[in-house]
């Protein structure tokens, strides 16, 4: 199946922000675009308000002057929905009401052409169901663009139950001839993003609730260890603590109360008290004229590393040996089991356990543990964690021999799995998950997280990166520590480690 053909009537009906944003697009393409809103002059309005943006590009040597003028040219305001029945492809991007958008699918079912596409943006309801009914229901598809959607490359292609899977490839095609970068999706709860990425927050937000950190600290450690463009606090004050926390809810209830998705009480207190983030200036952190940001909390030494003895091979951490070497560090490898050691104290990387916990289990005294890093050679940040017998003196020269590779050395309480990593494993098994459930491939799951949620690497890569194997040690270890399902792991993580296969084959 090939994308539409530029001349085809793109028809979008609802003149907020994203119908908007999507009429754009549409035209930016080349397709002639009528867009709709039931309020009076909304249609309109938002074409004007495209119109000023084109200009802004222009002004910025981003645009061609004639280039806006032929956008500008394909778009039109209509004031009645009649005027879409000549359209080939309708986009709906109205309020996220079940029945609401049932009824606009059947009027726009009797009103259009037998063959049109009838596609939602909805970012959480079932195609299924709002097909259900139809006279047509394969005709129905989702089409989830991401927020500006002129800006963001991702939309997801959602298939319901009756979708006829021609036509989602005829969308497909045609988002990317829009320039986007397309995924196809099941229909179950979230798709694809709004599934994955809730342990992105939802570990955070019980790493804050659990005295980790605050969420200054949290936050850069994710950002400066992680490589993600914001930290779980930063960007939920960004999205709203009322939209996040309800899209949280949704999925939760749609999965049947599963613990893997339960909504934070710290969130609920927020949206509660009317903190929703930067729209209403108060959130995790306070906006507005003179409000400032804290500070990540910091460890120092005075003392020095000269010298240390790496054990084995240290896995993905790896790359910091050479990082030592290149501060002229001394390094001596021998044989053993993937240890760090400077003066007293023994470093390794978490393995989701507590440092207390490993300490006494693998008789390792003053244990200092280090958290997952996106590039151990390009990190400016670390945390690490210590067992309750670990000294003061062995702390201090593990914090000095990380500071010596140049490195910001944050201390977080003793809890499993750290930050980075915690959050890394968590998000890789809801990834493994919805693979296995067929909600779409491993290349389209990595994709739409990089490209919908500006993730560094995709998390199935990302525990590639660092192991099947140890991802799934990892998240045994989380289980075992807090005996709950909502870290038990992925039967694909499992059935990959005992074939020895790769989770994007």
């Known amino acids: 199946m090939q994308a539409l053909h530029s001349n085809a009537l793109v028809a979008v009906i609802g003149a907020g922000a994203m119908g908007a944003g999507i009429a754009q697009v549409a035209a930016q393409a080349g397709h002639p675009v009528k867009l709709y809103d039931n309020r009076p002059g909304a249609a309109a309005q938002a074409v004007a308000g495209i119109d000023r943006q084109l200009g802004r590009l222009v002004e910025k040597g981003k645009l061609a002057p004639e280039a806006r003028e032929a956008i500008s040219a394909r778009l039109q305001p209509v004031e009645a929905i009649e005027a879409l029945a000549d359209a080939r492809l309708v986009i709906e991007a109205i309020v996220e009401d079940l029945q609401v958008k049932q009824g606009l699918l059947r009027q726009l079912e009797g009103l259009c052409a037998p063959d049109c596409i009838l596609a939602s943006n909805t970012s959480s309801l079932s195609i299924t169901r709002l097909a259900a009914g139809l006279q047509r229901p394969q005709q129905v598809v989702g089409m989830h663009f991401f927020n500006p959607a002129p800006l963001m490359a991702l939309v997801e292609v959602v298939c319901g139950l009756a979708t006829d899977p021609g036509i989602a490839t005829t969308l497909y095609e045609t988002a990317r001839a829009w320039g986007k970068q397309p995924v196809h999706a099941r229909s179950t709860p979230g798709f694809i993003v709004n599934r994955v990425a809730r342990p992105f927050y939802a570990e955070n937000l019980r790493l ?298």
């Open 208 to 505: 804050l609730q659990e005295g980790a950190a605050d969420c200054a600290t949290l936050d850069a450690l994710l950002r400066e260890a992680g490589g993600f463009a914001m930290g779980a606090f930063e960007l939920t004050d960004l999205i709203g603590h009322d939209v996040n926390y309800a899209v949280t809810c949704s999925v939760f209830d749609a999965f049947y109360g599963d613990f893997r998705f339960q909504p934070s009480l710290l969130q609920k207190e927020l949206v509660d008290a009317g903190r929703l983030g930067r729209k209403s200036g108060q959130g995790f952190y306070r906006y507005g004229e003179g409000a400032e940001r804290p500070p990540a909390a910091e460890l120092h030494t005075l003392a020095s590393a000269e010298h240390c003895v790496a054990e084995g091979h240290l896995g993905v951490m790896q790359p910091l040996l050479e990082r030592l070497r290149d501060r002229g560090v001394a390094i001596t490898e021998r044989a053993g089991s993937g240890l760090l050691r400077v003066g007293d104290a023994t470093l390794a990387l978490s393995d989701g356990r507590l440092a207390s916990q490993r300490a006494r289990e693998d008789g390792l005294g003053n244990l200092v543990l280090i958290d997952l890093a996106l590039d151990y050679q390009a990190a400016t940040r670390i945390a690490i964690s210590w067992s309750a017998d670990t000294t003061p003196e062995a702390r201090d020269q593990a914090v000095a021999l990380l500071q010596r590779a140049g490195l910001r050395v944050t201390g977080v309480a003793d809890l499993p799995g750290l930050v980075v990593l915690r959050t890394v494993a968590m998000l890789a098994n809801e990834a493994a998950d919805a693979v296995l459930q067929g909600v779409g491939s491993a290349a389209d799951i990595d994709l739409a997280l990089c490209a919908g949620v500006n993730y560094p690497r995709g998390p199935l890569a990302w525990a590639e990166q660092i192991g099947v194997g140890y991802t799934l040690r990892v998240l045994d270890n989380l289980q075992r520590s807090y005996g709950e399902s909502r870290y038990r792991p992925s039967l694909l993580l499992r059935r990959s480690d005992a074939q020895g296969a790769r989770l994007h084959d």
